[in-house]
């Protein structure tokens, strides 16, 4: 699978927020990170593991999948610090 699909996917899931806010920070090794910088958001980092952004794009339900990060993440700017996918829980099976 090429690399940059799954840079593209964490690309079309942070375009929910403004886009003076965030810059990538890495997209190197297994993660890609984004800082939040706004006075308006609570948030403050975004980070994606690629892994499971790959996951979701073979999932044929990946279209409502995303909207559904999207919201989460709009959610998520306003009361948390940062925004984790896959939550901590969901990656550990992953892993295991």
């Given amino acids: 699978m090429n690399p940059s699909n ?26 890609i990170s984004y800082m939040v910088r706004s006075r308006s958001l609570k948030l403050r980092s975004i980070v994606f593991v690629r892994e499971a952004l790959r996951h979701l794009l073979r999932d044929p339900a990946r279209a409502v999948k995303i909207e559904y990060l999207k919201r989460g993440l709009l959610r998520s700017a306003i009361g948390s610090d940062e925004y984790r996918y896959p939550r901590s829980r969901v990656r550990a099976r992953l892993i295991a």
């Fill in 6 to 31: 799954d840079t593209q996917l964490a690309n079309e899931i942070v375009s929910v927020l403004p886009l003076g806010a965030l810059r990538l920070c890495s997209e190197e090794g297994d993660t």
